[in-house]
């Protein structure tokens, strides 16, 4: 059974950096992709950033390009997501999930069958 835990998260002030991280209790994270998702309350859950199994594609939302970036480590089994020059418009609860897929294109919400409880990420002065 895979599990997701998400941390990282917390008050930071505009133009900041932070690292999310996403630890995978699976066997062997190598044939997993993960997605980072995020959700302000009142809106539907929004796709950030996804990064294939080892090797594979990573794609991102197009109005976070050059600001986020997502990176693995299989031998932790952790999945990052380095987000910089955060701005107000950050601020929501981040979530990754995984499923055994490709990161080709960005992935919905359906096309993942697992996730984490999320991490509340605000971005204020």
């Known amino acids: 059974q895979v599990q997701l835990v998400e941390s990282g998260g917390g008050l930071v002030q505009p133009g900041r950096s932070l690292r999310l991280s996403c630890t995978v209790s699976?066997?062997?994270?190598?044939?997993?992709?993960v997605g980072w998702f995020r959700q302000v309350p009142g809106n539907e859950r929004e796709g950030i950033s996804c990064?294939?199994?080892?090797?594979?594609?990573?794609t991102y939302a197009d109005s976070l390009k050059g600001r986020f970036t997502i990176s693995r480590d299989n031998a932790k089994k952790v999945v990052y997501l380095q987000m910089n020059n955060l701005k107000s418009e950050d601020t929501a609860v981040y979530y990754c999930a995984a499923d055994r897929v490709d990161c080709l294109q960005l992935r919905d919400n359906a096309d993942f069958a697992t996730w984490g409880q999320g991490t509340q990420v605000t971005v204020s002065s």
């Open positions: 699976v066997f062997n994270l190598d044939y997993y992709a």
């Open positions: 990064i294939s199994s080892s090797d594979g594609p990573t």
